[in-house]
């Protein structure tokens, strides 16, 4: 069992950066894949980034790429997302998502895969 708790959103303007940053509780939380995924009011929820449990493979949705990053810190059991020239289509709530993993290398990019969820933070940018 893994309880995942997201945090670092808020309201900003266009153009600038955020870090959110999910901290994880549970026993062998460096076996999970993780991902960072979101959704804004009248959407669904679509995958934003993911990450291999030992940090060396990541995945970027094409909207995002160039702009976020994810990483990864198994020793302060905390993911993070380093948003960078946000823009008000970012606008929505995002969410953490962790997923056991036996593989090293593996990232998860479907959010059915994913088994346990945060409760979300929300992150809004105005023009």
């Known amino acids: 069992q893994v309880t995942l708790v997201e945090s670092g959103g808020g309201p900003v303007q266009t153009g600038a950066s955020l870090r959110l940053s999910c901290s994880a509780s549970?026993?062998?939380?460096?076996?999970?894949?993780m991902g960072w995924f979101r959704q804004a009011p009248g959407r669904e929820r679509e995958i934003v980034a993911a990450i291999s449990k030992n940090g060396g493979s990541t995945y970027y949705a094409d909207s995002v790429k160039g702009r976020f990053t994810i990483s990864r810190d198994n020793a302060k059991i905390t993911v993070y997302l380093q948003m960078n020239s946000l823009k008000p289509e970012d606008t929505a709530v995002y969410y953490c998502?962790?997923?056991?993993?036996?593989?090293?290398?593996?990232?998860?990019?479907?959010?059915?895969?994913?088994?346990?969820w945060g409760q979300g933070t929300q992150v809004t940018v105005s023009s």
């Open positions: 549970g026993r062998t939380v460096s076996s999970y894949a």
């Open positions: 998502a962790a997923k056991t993993s036996y593989y090293d290398d593996y990232v998860g990019m479907n959010g059915s895969v994913y088994a346990y």
